[in-house]
Structures are given as C-alpha cells and as structure tokens.
C-alpha cells in the first residue's frame, strides 16, 4: 500500500532536527550549507553523520575534498539560515557576509557558531537522493555554552518527506 506523499510529509517533518550551517572545502573552493538531517552515530570514535543532497555544491566539495565542519547557531538568529540554501558567495574572509576561519581539516568554521565539530570523512553511503557522509570528529568548540542551538522547529522552515516535484 502506497503512503500518500503529503502524509508522508507532515510525520517526517515531526521529526526532531537540529539546523546548522555545514563547511565544506575543496582545494580553494569553498561553502556553507543549510543542513537538519545530522546526527551522531558512534561514541569510539566519534561519528557524525550529515545527509547531503547529491545535486547541492556541498555535497561535491565533501565528497572532493574529504571533510566537513558542522555549526550549531544560537536559535535566537535562525534568519541566518535562508542565506545558506543556496550557494555562499565567498570574498575570502566571510561566506555569505558571515566571518569564517579554517579548522584543523581546512574545512570553514563560522566564528558565529554557538559550538561547532570538524570532521574527517570516514565513510560514504549512497542513499537514493542523498549520500549519507560519516566524519570522525577530529576537532571541536563550545563558543556559547549558554545558548540553545537552533532545530527546525525554531523555524517555518521545512526538509524531508517526498520528493516535492
């Protein structure tokens, strides 16, 4: 039996999602990316997961350049996030207007980040629309213990279910 598509939507975008800014970096290239679909997924070592559209800048600069950051942003500034649904333009010291340093795998971390995790590639996995990227964290900061990281639901926004064609 065939799930209607918009019953399908409304369950998955139930779903608890944190919202972050995914770097990505290949060769001088470089990018900043909406992201919900990130999770953790092993304590030794420690993984992370991001799922990242196949079609989407992002996911070519991980896939090439092997490692990507994941910044967790205060859920008081979530405008942040519509600025990076498409591809950041980058003048060498922002993405987007937003400050950004490199880490420790060359990936951009935004300096606004409440928190954020530098993690190398580990694993691919190729799941229809998306590839699931597995990175070990080899790098990490609390900025602001203080204040909560934004999820979806700090947000109108919305990602997941069916393809909407």
Sequence with gaps: MAIDDELL???TWKIPNALALIG????EERNGMTASWITQLSMEPVLIGVGIDKTAVTHR???DGGSFTVNLWDAEDTRVFVKFSKPATDDGATLNGRPVHAATTGAPVFDEAVAWMDCAVRHQLDLGTHTLFVGEVVDAAVVRDDARP???TDTRMKYGGAKRH
């Design 9 to 11: 939507n409304k369950v």
């Design 24 to 27: 990505s970096r290949a060769g």
């Design 61 to 63: 600069l991980i896939a």
């Design 150 to 152: 934004a999820s979806m």
